[in-house]
């Protein structure tokens, strides 16, 4: 393994396929916290040796599921002890409209990261912002911080745009690369 550990939140399994991409791409573990958004004991031993943690989750009324957020209130005793100090860090969210808000839940979850005492890592490539520019592009929706994703609210987890998929192991190979640089 990479070093790279993808902790995320799905409601509706699109979110689960962006992180199942962006681990390709990172050759990354992949931790899925449930329903009741709780991890499996063994999620936590996993998130203390990995090098990297990418964090991920849907946007839903403007910020983080509130599985995610429990998460990250679990975490705050790992906060105390600076257990994740000086860890890489990186995160995406998938919303339903372009937008959607998404700027917000990513704000978060690098405010989360810094919280920790982490350092982030950003999505380092350009936006398609041209009048030619299609949702099968690189970057299509144009995040910076970090990688921002839409599933239409009547699309199947089958029909995720092509170019967000492809954004995330882009991400994925960028995350893998900086945290190799690192170790």
């Known amino acids: 393994m990479s070093g790279i550990v993808v902790v995320y939140h799905s409601g509706y399994g699109h979110t689960r396929r962006v992180a199942e991409y962006l681990a390709r791409g990172a050759k990354a573990e992949l931790i899925a916290i449930d329903d009741n958004g709780d991890l499996p004991e063994s999620a936590w031993d996993k998130l203390a040796e990995a090098k990297t943690i990418v964090f991920g989750a ?34 995406f969210t998938n919303s339903a409209s372009p937008a959607g808000d998404k700027g917000l839940t990513l704000a978060w979850l690098q405010t989360l990261a810094g919280q920790h005492g982490g350092i982030w890592i950003s999505l380092g490539m350009l936006p398609s912002n041209t009048k030619a520019a299609q949702n099968t592009d690189l970057n299509a929706l144009g995040g910076s911080t970090g990688l921002l994703v839409q599933s239409p609210s009547d699309a199947s987890v089958d029909e995720i745009p092509q170019g967000g998929l492809d954004t995330a192991t882009a991400f994925g190979t960028r995350i893998a690369e900086i945290t190799e640089q690192f170790a």
Request: hydrophobic share 45%; aromatic share 24%; no cysteine.
């Open 58 to 91: 849907p946007t839903y009324m403007g910020n983080a599921s509130w599985q995610f957020k429990k998460f990250a209130d679990a975490t705050s005793k790992i906060w105390f002890m600076r257990g994740w100090q000086n860890k890489l860090f990186a995160g």
